[in-house]
DNA sequence: TACATTATATAAACATCTTATATATTTTGG
DNA sequence: CCAAAATATATAAGATGTTTATATAATGTA
C-alpha cells in the first residue's frame, strides 16, 4: 500500500470527487470507493476520513442524511449547492498538481519522437 | 499558484529526486528548479524547505559541503550512500500516488476511441 | 461460535506546513 | 549613489492534517 503521508491535503478533493460523481455516499462507501477506484493502493483511514466529512459539513459544504439499513446506522453525504460551485475548481486544482508532480518527477515527458 | 497544502508528504521526494538528478545543489537552488520544472505554480517555501533538507541530514540520506560564493555561504546537500539506494523507492512510491490521484479524479482515461 | 465485514466516531500523539521574523551580501535600475 | 530586488540560510510559533489506538455494534460467513 502506499504511504498515506502523500494523501495530505488532496483527501479533501478526493472526497468531493467522489461525492460529484456519485450524488451521495456514505463514508465506509468512500473508502472502498477509493480502494476500488486505486486497486487497492489507496486505503482510507477513518480518524482521516470522518474528521473532514464533519469539517466539510460544519463549512456547508456537504450535508448529511441519516438512513437505517439493517439495523445499522448510515450517514449520507452529499455535495450543498455551495459544494458544487466548489468542487470543479478543487478538481482543477488538484490536476494542475498533479501535473506539476510529473513535471518534477518525471521531466524527459514530452513529444516521443519515433 | 497551487496551494501548497497539496505538496505536504510528497517535499521528501521531490528534494530526493531533484537531488539525485543534479548530483548536488543548495537550498535556494532547490525552489528555483522546483518553479522552473513546474511553470512557477510550485513555489517551495523555506520554512518547509530547509527543516526537511536537515532532517534528511541528520537521518544519514543527505551530506553537507559549505562553499563560499561572492561573500555568501552556500550549503551545498548531496545523496549519501544510503540516500542513493532510497530514491528510487521514493520516486515509484510517488509516482505509483500520482496514478491512483489519476484514477481518481480522471476515472474515464483509457483508450480514446476515434 | 468465532471471525470477518460492515459502519461510525473520537482522542492523543505525531508529522508537516505556513507565516513571521532575522540576518546579510550582491546585483540591478533609476 | 541609493533603493529595491534578488540571493542565501535559518528558526519559532501556530495551524493543519494524519496515524494509531480505542470504542461500539450489527450482520454475514466458515
Given at each position: 500500500?502506499?504511504?498515506t503521508d502523500?494523501?495530505?491535503g488532496?483527501?479533501r478533493?478526493?472526497?468531493?470527487?467522489?461525492?460529484?460523481?456519485n450524488?451521495?455516499?456514505?463514508g465506509?462507501?468512500?473508502?472502498?470507493?477509493?480502494?476500488?477506484l486505486t486497486?487497492?493502493k489507496?486505503?482510507l483511514?477513518?480518524g482521516?476520513?470522518?474528521?473532514v466529512?464533519?469539517k466539510?459539513?460544519?463549512?456547508g459544504?456537504?450535508?448529511t442524511?441519516?438512513?437505517n439499513?439493517n439495523?445499522?446506522?448510515?450517514?449520507?453525504?452529499?455535495?450543498t449547492?455551495k459544494?458544487?460551485?466548489l468542487?470543479?475548481?478543487k478538481?482543477?486544482?488538484l490536476?494542475?498538481f498533479?501535473?506539476s508532480?510529473?513535471?518534477?518527477v518525471?521531466?524527459?515527458?514530452?513529444?516521443?519522437y519515433?
Amino acid at each position: 500500500m502506499i504511504q498515506t503521508d502523500l494523501i495530505k491535503g488532496s483527501l479533501r478533493t478526493i472526497v468531493l470527487k467522489l461525492l460529484k460523481e456519485n450524488g451521495r455516499m456514505y463514508g465506509y462507501e468512500i473508502t472502498r470507493k477509493v480502494e476500488e477506484l486505486t486497486a487497492g493502493k489507496i486505503k482510507l483511514t477513518y480518524g482521516a476520513l470522518y474528521p473532514v466529512l464533519h469539517k466539510l459539513e460544519s463549512e456547508g459544504i456537504l450535508i448529511t442524511e441519516q438512513e437505517n439499513y439493517n439495523n445499522r446506522i448510515r450517514v449520507y453525504y452529499s455535495l450543498t449547492e455551495k459544494g458544487h460551485s466548489l468542487v470543479s475548481e478543487k478538481i482543477r486544482e488538484l490536476m494542475e498538481f498533479i501535473e506539476s508532480l510529473q513535471g518534477i518527477v518525471n521531466p524527459q515527458t514530452g513529444p516521443t519522437y519515433a
